[in-house]
């Protein structure tokens, strides 16, 4: 069975600072979703990444994928106010995909 | 990319009664997947559409429940029957299409679902 792990599941921090946010799934996938979910909406594409090494940046945001480690990241770069919201992974096997719970970030200003 | 449409964004029920949600993609899919996402929590798969075909339904979900209909490959709904307020919730539903890197997955602008 496909696990999907998050953490952490909550975050506060400062304006300005960095901070990673880490997906460890269980077995292997096709690809590596990143969303962000603002409350009361739906979800929002930030990622796709399909390779092992696979990297991309938009903004103050970075993902990375190891597939041998079965780890995604996603990197905050000198956060702001703005991009507090609910982040989630998703790993897509195939014939589904499996979320992980989500990490609450709550940027302080 | 594909561009779902998903109906009602909201709705207020009574306990007993039924709410049907509409997903309509603007692209012909295969499959169309139904989520539930509950106050607080990350989003469960109910079940995949196939259209000409039953669903399949996740652990958990029962088709009784949760009636799915898939008469074409850009439509699809979703039926909560016997609403209890445990059934409040946020139901997405979601399609692969392609984009920008190849196939990813869509969702819909979800639908908000209170039971008093």
């Known amino acids: 069975e496909l696990k999907v792990e998050q953490n952490p599941l909550f975050l506060s921090m400062q304006e300005g600072k960095n901070y990673t946010i880490y997906c460890n799934y269980s077995?292997?996938?096709?690809?590596l979703y990143w969303y962000r979910q603002d409350p009361g909406k739906s979800l929002e594409s930030l990622f796709v990444?399909?390779?092992?090494?696979a990297v991309k940046q938009e903004g103050r945001l970075m993902a990375s994928l190891d597939t041998k480690a079965r780890l995604s990241t996603l990197h905050i770069t000198a956060a702001v106010h703005d991009l507090s919201a609910t982040y989630f992974c998703a790993v897509d096997r195939g014939d589904k995909i499996i979320f992980g719970k989500g990490t609450r970030l709550h940027i302080l200003p | 990319s594909a561009v779902i449409s998903q109906k009602p964004s909201r709705d207020i029920c009574q306990r007993g009664t039924s709410l049907t949600i509409q997903c309509q993609v603007d692209?012909?899919?295969?499959?169309m997947f139904w989520y539930r996402q509950q106050p607080g929590q990350s989003l469960t798969l109910i079940a995949t559409?196939?259209?000409?075909?039953?669903?399949?339904?996740e652990s958990g979900f029962v088709i009784d429940k949760f009636p799915i209909s898939r008469p074409n490959l850009t439509f699809s709904t979703l039926t909560v029957s016997n609403l209890s307020p445990e059934d409040s919730s946020i139901y997405l539903c979601s399609v692969e299409g392609t984009g920008a890197v190849g196939t990813e997955a869509f969702f819909g602008q979800g639908t908000r679902l209170t039971v008093v």
């Open positions: 692209s012909q899919v295969t499959m």
């Open positions: 559409a196939n259209q000409g075909s039953e669903a399949t339904y």
């Open positions: 990444l399909l390779s092992n090494g």
């Open positions: 077995t292997t996938s096709d690809r």
